[in-house]
């Protein structure tokens, strides 16, 4: 873990020590819970998501020449009990 030090209003503080205390968990434990949900929640990076999706362009191989036209009778075949 990373050591970091934030400044909370009162308004902030009072709320956090009460949850705290009711569910007997540290106040950077509730606030990490509630950092886990924000990122969570956070929109990705549309550039981020391109660059990501290019590294498996060429990446893989599947033995076959007619995927990109072919892709959902392949997958139906594949997923069959």
């Known amino acids: 873990m990373v050591r970091t030090q934030i400044q909370l209003t009162d308004e902030q503080a009072s709320p956090l020590k009460e949850i705290a205390h009711e569910n007997n968990e540290s106040i950077a434990a509730i606030i990490r819970k509630a ?25 893989y ?11 959902d009778r392949y997958l139906d075949k594949a997923l069959r009990p």
Do not use: C
């Open 61 to 71: 191989t599947a033995g076959a020449g007619d995927i990109a036209i072919e892709h």
């Open 35 to 59: 950092l886990d949900q924000f990122l969570m929640r956070r929109r990705p990076n549309r550039r981020d998501l391109y660059r990501q999706a290019l590294g498996a362009v060429g990446k």
